[in-house]
Structure formats: C-alpha cells, structure tokens
C-alpha cells in the first residue's frame, strides 16, 4: 500500500481548494513553523532509534526491536500523509503556495504542474527522511549478513547517498513520475488547445470540457508509452546474453507472450523483484533485479520470471488498469452525488477530508486489494504449470515445490515475513499453501480455472455496471 499513498498526497492536494482568499494572516508563520517542526520531530525521533538499534544488532532481543521499528516506519506513512493534509487545509502551506503563484503564468493558465511540484514537496521530503532513519538499520542487517544463503564475501552495505537514491527510483519515482508526466501533458496539452480555440472560435470551451476531451487520450498515451519512461527512471539495461537469458526466451516463445526486452534491473543489490510493465508487445518489458539473479538458481528464476509471464497471459495488467479507472469514476460519482445532497459535507475541508477522503481510500483499499490478490494468485498457479512445460495440466508438486523455494527465497532476501499479511499480495504462506493444494488433488487446478473464469464474468458485469450508472448520471445532469 505504501507507494498508494504517493498517490493520495497528490489527490489531497489537488482536491483542497484554492486557498487565495484567505489573506496571509500574521499567524501564518507560525502554522507553517508548525507544519515543518512536525515533520522534523517524527524524521529526528525515528532517526535517532535507528541509530541506537543498529548499534545494538548483537543483543538477543534485536530482532522484536527491529520489528517494532519497521512498524513504526509504516505508520509513519500514514503520519506523513495526515500531516500533509493537516498541513495543507489548515497549517497555512497551501495558502502560501498559491499566494506565491499568484499572478504567475501557471496561475494565469491555470497550470497545475507547477502548484504539484511544489505543493507534495514537503510530504515527500519527509519521505526521504524516513529512509535516512532506516538506513543506519538496513546497513547493519547487510553488515551483520542474515541474508539467505549469503556469498562467501558479502558485498558491503551501499553508502547512504546509493541507497537514498535507490530508494527513490524504486519507490517513489515509480509512482510519481508517471503522475507527474500526465499532469504536466495535461498543462501543455490545456494551454495549446487553449491558444488554438481562442483564434477559431468566438467562445472556446472551458478548462473542464478540455479536461474532459484530453483525459482519455493522455491516459491512453500514458498507459502504451509509460514503460519507455520508467525503463530509464528504474535503471535498468538488456539482460546480458546468457544461458538464463536464452532459456526466459524461450519460455516467452512457448507460451506466446511477446515482449520489447528482458531487462536487468540495477537496484544496487537492494532488493529481489521482477515486474512486468506494458499494455502491448512493443513496448513491453520483463525486469529481473540484481539482487534476484545473483541469488536464486536458474531454476527460481524461472519460476519468477513465469510468475510475471502470468500477469501478460492473463491480460492482468488490462484488468488492473479497467480496476483502477472503473474504482477512481465510482468514487468520483460518489463524491458529486454526495456533494450534491449533503453540501455540508461536499463544500467543507472537514467533510473533504474526514468523509470523502477516507470513504474514497476504503473503496479502492477494498477493490483493488481484492482484484490484486486473485490475479497475483493465478499468475503463481501459471508460473507452477509453465515450469512443467505446459499451462494446460494440473499443478504439479515438483514445480509447486520449485515455485514455492523460489518465492520463500524473495521473501528473505527482501526482509518480508512469510507470514505478514500484505494488501495486495497476500501472504507468502497463503499463495504457497494454496499452490500445494492445488498439486495435492488432480481436479482442484480445473476447478480453480473455473472458479478464475467466473471471477473475470463478474469483473467485466461490475465494470459495464459502473459505465451504466456514470452514463445514466451524465444523462440525468
Ligand atoms: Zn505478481
């Protein structure tokens, strides 16, 4: 869920209102004060029990400590992110960065690339400071070398500036650089249609209807060309030719999934992942991370590499777009409808935040946490499968067992316990207990295509169902 909430400080921001008619009140250094000092209190605190744990990685009750901090680290997050909004509405920093906008180009043209970048500053420079209070435990962890099956000469921990910058790409820039693009070719794409209209026509459409008309086709852009942009933000280069690579090749080549390029993923050995991005074959590319290929047998990464073969064979990556446009218009129908009726709560910063907000987090929480833990499941059943050769057949034991060494592997080397329940993953445990399930009864695996079957039936009914009632409220105004 962490990197969602990137997404949520962008949504906060461009949801508060214009805050220009509020003056510069003489209390407003103070409230921005306040908003700052907040952040360097929760950065400062956490960094300075950092530094007292990895100094203490010897002693017997470590691990329940580290523990405590990594949770401590995700709910300051959350913190972070109620910090931001508090921040926003209420401390002043939106007052101040529209005040320092005003009688701009942006403002003038009602940009909104600018007023972005600068608003999520502080969210995400706080951000960073949580890494830097992580750094001085991680370090310690790769010093202390607990990692699975370690190599004869563990490599040593990444200075701070490597592991910031890692960070950064792998989790940040991930989310917010396509955001980012969208909106920026949201700004030139307003202001050009905008200086073109106003020479053809009397009365040009407003801001909304060009909104409106430029929406799908950016989103569309973004969607076909967006791995082209985060290739080069990941960094990432071809996979060497190799026998592994040869052998993904071939894989790819027996079950018909096409694909730009296998890339290595350069994460400084930070983390063990691979990812498929890319709607269509052109512009699609298969990542494996350094950390995974030097540290999993050819076997398992073969079983990773189909895990993410899965995603394209079942048009996952389709389904999860449809999930999250179909989830942000119900929401946002939502939102109107609820403005409409109960303007107390549609009109104020309170009901913004306290009601719409949390109501819109819940929705897409629910849905896309659902819809993401069936599909990741079913690309675990067809990696299992291709491994065997052919994704026709029952699961078998021996490639279930090869599936599941490969995953409990990715587990250790990223530090995740089997256990821990994620949002949209699920646990280790579960997908790996199923997957044994599965190879346990020769009809289960028939029964759960079935069952995956009704499961799309009912995606694709609650989709046109969302497209009905949007079409039927547009209608009724
Ligand atoms: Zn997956």
Not at 191 to 202: C, G, N, P, S, V
Not at 238 to 254: D, G, K, V
Not at 331 to 339: K, R, V, Y
Not at 392 to 409: C, H, K, M, T
């Given at each position: 869920?962490?990197?969602?909430?990137?997404?949520?400080?962008?949504?906060?921001?461009?949801?508060?209102p214009?805050?220009?008619?509020?003056?510069?009140?003489?209390h407003?250094?103070?409230q921005?004060?306040?908003?700052a000092?907040?952040?360097?209190?929760?950065?400062?605190?956490?960094?300075?029990?950092?530094?007292?744990l990895?100094?203490?990685?010897?002693?017997?009750?470590?691990?329940?400590?580290?523990?405590?901090?990594h949770?401590?680290?995700?709910?300051?997050?959350?913190i972070?992110?109620?910090?931001?909004?508090?921040g926003?509405?209420?401390l002043?920093?939106?007052?101040?960065?529209?005040?320092?906008?005003q009688?701009?180009f942006a403002?003038?043209?009602?940009l909104?690339?600018?007023?972005?970048?600068?608003?999520?500053?502080?969210?995400?420079?706080?951000?960073?400071?949580?890494?830097f209070?992580?750094?001085?435990?991680?370090?310690?962890?790769l010093?202390?070398?607990?990692?699975f099956?370690?190599?004869?000469?563990?490599?040593?921990?990444?200075p701070?500036r490597?592991?910031?910058?890692?960070?950064?790409?792998?989790?940040?820039?991930?989310?917010v650089a396509?955001?980012?693009?969208?909106?920026?070719?949201?700004?030139?794409?307003?202001?050009?249609l905008?200086?073109i209209?106003?020479?053809?026509?009397?009365?040009?459409?407003?801001h909304?209807?060009?909104?409106?008309?430029?929406?799908?086709?950016?989103?569309?852009?973004?969607?076909?060309?967006?791995?082209?942009?985060?290739?080069?933000?990941?960094?990432?280069?071809?996979?060497?030719?190799?026998?592994?690579?040869?052998?993904l090749?071939t894989?790819c080549?027996?079950?018909?999934?096409?694909y730009?390029?296998?890339l290595?993923w350069?994460?400084?050995?930070?983390?063990?992942?691979?990812?498929?991005m890319?709607?269509?074959?052109?512009w699609?590319?298969?990542?494996?991370?350094?950390?995974?290929?030097?540290?999993?047998?050819?076997?398992?990464v073969?079983?990773?590499?189909?895990?993410?073969?899965?995603?394209?064979?079942?048009?996952?990556?389709?389904?999860?777009?449809?999930?999250?446009?179909g989830?942000?218009l119900?929401?946002?129908?939502?939102?109107?409808?609820?403005?409409?009726?109960?303007?107390?709560?549609?009109?104020?910063?309170i009901?913004?935040?306290?009601?719409?907000?949390?109501?819109?987090?819940?929705?897409?929480?629910?849905?896309?946490?659902?819809?993401?833990?069936?599909?990741?499941?079913?690309?675990?059943?067809?990696?299992?499968?291709?491994?065997?050769?052919?994704?026709?057949q029952?699961?078998?034991?021996?490639?279930?067992?090869?599936?599941?060494?490969?995953?409990?592997?990715?587990?250790?080397?990223?530090?995740?316990?089997?256990?821990?329940?994620?949002?949209?993953?699920g646990?280790?445990?579960?997908?790996?207990?199923?997957?044994?399930a599965?190879a346990?009864?020769?009809?289960?695996?028939?029964?759960?295509?079935?069952?995956?079957?009704?499961?799309?039936?009912?995606?694709?009914?609650?989709?046109?169902?969302?497209?009905i009632?949007?079409?039927?409220?547009?209608?009724?105004?």
């Amino acid at each position: 869920m962490s990197r969602f909430i990137f997404i949520l400080v962008f949504l906060i921001w461009l949801a508060c209102p214009a805050k220009l008619e509020h003056d510069i009140s003489r209390h407003l250094p103070l409230q921005l004060g306040t908003f700052a000092v907040g952040y360097a209190l929760l950065i400062a605190g956490l960094t300075v029990w950092g530094k007292r744990l990895a100094a203490r990685t010897q002693q017997p009750e470590a691990a329940i400590r580290a523990k405590r901090f990594h949770r401590m680290l995700d709910a300051s997050r959350w913190i972070i992110l109620a910090w931001f909004t508090l921040g926003t509405y209420w401390l002043g920093w939106k007052t101040l960065v529209d005040h320092l906008l005003q009688n701009s180009f942006a403002q003038r043209h009602e940009l909104q690339f600018p007023s972005l970048v600068i608003g999520c500053l502080p969210a995400f420079a706080a951000w960073l400071g949580l890494w830097f209070a992580q750094y001085a435990v991680d370090a310690a962890r790769l010093r202390q070398n607990v990692l699975f099956d370690p190599p004869a000469n563990p490599p040593p921990p990444p200075p701070l500036r490597d592991y910031l910058r890692t960070h950064m790409r792998l989790q940040l820039l991930l989310i917010v650089a396509p955001m980012l693009i969208l909106v920026l070719l949201r700004d030139v794409l307003i202001t050009t249609l905008d200086a073109i209209l106003a020479r053809l026509m009397q009365s040009p459409p407003s801001h909304d209807t060009l909104e409106m008309a430029i929406a799908i086709p950016s989103v569309t852009a973004m969607l076909l060309f967006g791995p082209e942009l985060l290739r080069r933000v990941l960094k990432t280069r071809p996979l060497p030719a190799s026998p592994l690579r040869q052998r993904l090749e071939t894989l790819c080549q027996q079950h018909h999934i096409g694909y730009a390029d296998v890339l290595l993923w350069q994460t400084s050995h930070q983390m063990a992942n691979a990812l498929v991005m890319g709607l269509v074959a052109r512009w699609r590319y298969i990542l494996i991370s350094d950390l995974l290929l030097d540290r999993l047998t050819d076997d398992q990464v073969a079983a990773v590499f189909a895990h993410e073969m899965g995603h394209v064979k079942h048009h996952h990556l389709y389904w999860l777009a449809a999930c999250v446009i179909g989830v942000v218009l119900t929401c946002s129908l939502a939102a109107d409808w609820i403005g409409n009726h109960y303007p107390r709560i549609g009109d104020s910063d309170i009901g913004q935040v306290l009601v719409l907000l949390p109501l819109g987090v819940a929705i897409f929480g629910l849905v896309f946490g659902y819809v993401s833990r069936q599909i990741e499941r079913q690309a675990d059943v067809f990696a299992a499968r291709a491994l065997a050769g052919t994704v026709g057949q029952p699961v078998d034991a021996a490639n279930a067992a090869i599936f599941a060494a490969a995953l409990q592997r990715v587990a250790l080397l990223n530090d995740i316990n089997l256990d821990a329940r994620s949002w949209d993953h699920g646990s280790v445990t579960s997908r790996l207990d199923f997957l044994h399930a599965l190879a346990q009864t020769p009809d289960a695996t028939a029964g759960y295509d079935r069952a995956m079957r009704r499961f799309y039936r009912l995606a694709a009914a609650g989709l046109a169902v969302v497209a009905i009632a949007l079409a039927v409220y547009a209608w009724l105004g």
